[in-house]
């Protein structure tokens, strides 16, 4: 589900005696966590450490972890481009152009040179477009000679910042509102790239999200109910959930997206994928759930809390949920990126989110034959945003399951 | 064992028959069917389909009777004469389409399989014992890069590399003047001539995996005292690590494999789609998008009989090969 090495059932994370490289400190690796030698950094030793919670044991650990650290700075300018998506782009992400379709990416030019000095003076060049005779197709080239400056908060048409606050200004744009600005490019419309991956971001972000918070609430109850009581219900659960995942999903999922009818809505459409998604996201959960549920299940605690006559809700509430929880959001954090590249491939293929609705599969779905990845490359650029964003939720979950591991002795 | 082998082809009887029951579901999920679809197209080009003859064809294919029904009819030709169904959009049996895509959709999933295990063994071995080098760094890296990268977006990447750089189209499985040829020994190995780059496409992600689960199980291994003891008697050190850690690490090999196969077959729909092989992919989907309904149930159900019957064979090579799983 995780498609990564550590999280096998078999706990080999278990220590041993460390091996002689663990000692050479390196943190980067999630390995060398559970090995080198523990507390070198935290003021007060091992007594101290002793007194410390779960949490902010786990908070010291994960702030060690370099790829952890990385993969929250990918993932926080992610969600920040989501959230201030509409300020944070130079444009909207419908506005199209119909002078520019395909103009390629201009530079950002800092210096302008004013005779023989240089002056900041923040410009990008414009175009000049010839249309070929014989197939009608238009090109451009840079021209140098036509100066765009572009200036911070330039006042632009009037805009709503989350469909509320009435603005008129965006981060950077051009001085003059309308002239010809596609740092990224511009797609078949003439739309601004930049624009619309920065606005892609809210949906493909978001979408994985709730796509998780979906499977969440359906694997803890079912792995909850699977692993507490046992017997006939968790064999049901389990031959339920081993079914599912003889399905192979990408041709579940198509099969299921093709099911929504052209013309939904585009808010149920995302709600209709993220469920869809959630069909098969809900079982790895369901199974790590479980799986903690039972090595807890004989622990002395539980067993304490029991004997003192707790129902059966607390102890699952009180006592065994807060021991595995961050567990399962080392777990969940890892199944975003899954559920991010499931939405672009659906979208990509036609059948997840449709246009008008702007997510990193649906700008990927221009860039779909050879002629035009070959005429403009810089179609492919949305999956950057793919790219970086599941790296850094890999990193980020790989950092926090290492952080909740609680055979680690960092 | 051969009880367990018994046991567990029963165990998979069930399981097929609902895999049946859900591929035909979703298929009927849609509102409308073929038929529907073809007299809407025929509609909205301005022309009317005479009603009797939609009603016939309503008949044929028994698309006015209950959904059970259906199923019922659909499922019995199956069982006893190998019969899919008719293809309402190629007007020919399912069966004369699907079996050579499958074929070759079991050809790649089989070969991207031994060319992550080509791959991910050797590099996987190499980064656990020397980890926290640079090469083990580099691998890491690479592993990361390899998992961030959606399939089709890798396949998208290498036609434009191959475009741009190389001046030809990638894409297909064959070229020109074999796509249609019969079978033969130029045919094929034109075929293998085209077959690295979905293999490659669709490995990547699997290799990386793999190569993250080798080395971390391997790791754990080589911490294990009967290490130390062996490399105490003065055993040679290649012999110290390929004799039992490399061994024990392979197990685990097996194990991920049902599960490395289900997701090349499911990731390889795909990357079909995007590099036009002649596979499962590029039908299924446009079985979907036109309702062309035997069709495409036949293709979920046969991928997903696929499915199970990997998942069985790496369960029984894995209990032949660990003698710590007990088969009772």
Known sequence: MTADGRNDPTGHQSSGPATPETGVGELSDPDVLGHAAPSVDIAGGEDEMAMLGQWKLMWIRFKRHRLAMVGVVLVAFFYFLAIFAEFLSPQSPHDYNRHYPYAPPQRLHLFLRDGDQLRFRPHVYGYTSTVDPASFRRTFAIDDDQIIPVRLLPQGPEYRMWNLIPMSRRLFGPVEPGAPMFLLGADRLGRD??????????????????????????????????????GVADNIIQRTIEFLQSIPQIPLWMGLAAAIPQGTDPLLVYFLITVILSVL??????????????????????????????????IIMRHMVPSFLSHII???????????????SLSFLGLGLRPPVVSWGVLLQAAQSVQVIAN??????????????????????????DAADPYATG | MGLYIVRRFLYMIPTVILISIVAFMIIQLPPGDYLSTLVARYEAEGETLDQEYVSR???????????????????????????????????????ALIWTRLGLTFVLSLTTTLFIWIVALPVGIYSAIRQYTVGDYVVTTLGFVGLATPNFLLALIFMYIGFSVFGQTVGGLFSPEFVSAPWSIPRFLNMLSHLWIPVVVLGTAGTAGLIRHTRANLLDELRKPYVVTARAKGLPEWKVILKYPVRIALNFFVSAQATILVTLVSGAAIVSIVLSLPTTGPLLLRALQSQDMYLAASFILMLSVMNVLSTLISDIALAWLDPRIRYT
């Open chain 1, 193 to 230: 790239l930049l624009t619309r991956i920065v606005y892609g971001a809210r949906v493909s972000m978001t979408i994985g999200l709730v796509g998780v918070a979906f499977s969440l609430i359906i694997g803890i109850i079912m792995g909850g109910i699977s692993g507490y009581f046992g």
């Open chain 1, 330 to 344: 080392a777990t969940v954090t890892l199944a975003v990126p899954t559920m991010i590249i499931a939405e672009t």
């Open chain 1, 376 to 401: 403009f490359p810089w179609l492919l650029l949305p999956g950057l945003g793919v790219f970086f964003a599941v790296l850094g939720f890999n990193f980020l979950g790989d950092g926090l399951r």
């Open chain 1, 281 to 314: 996201g809900w079982t790895g959960l369901a199974r790590v759930v479980r799986g903690r549920f039972y090595s807890l299940k004989t622990e002395d605690f539980v067993i304490a809390a029991r004997v003192d006559g707790c129902s059966s809700l607390r």
């Open chain 2, 57 to 95: 064809l309503r008949e044929i294919y028994g698309l006015g009777r209950p959904v059970h029904v259906q199923y019922w009819l659909w499922i019995r030709g199956i069982i006893t004469r190998g019969d899919f169904g008719r293809s309402f959009a190629w007007g020919r049996p399912v069966s």
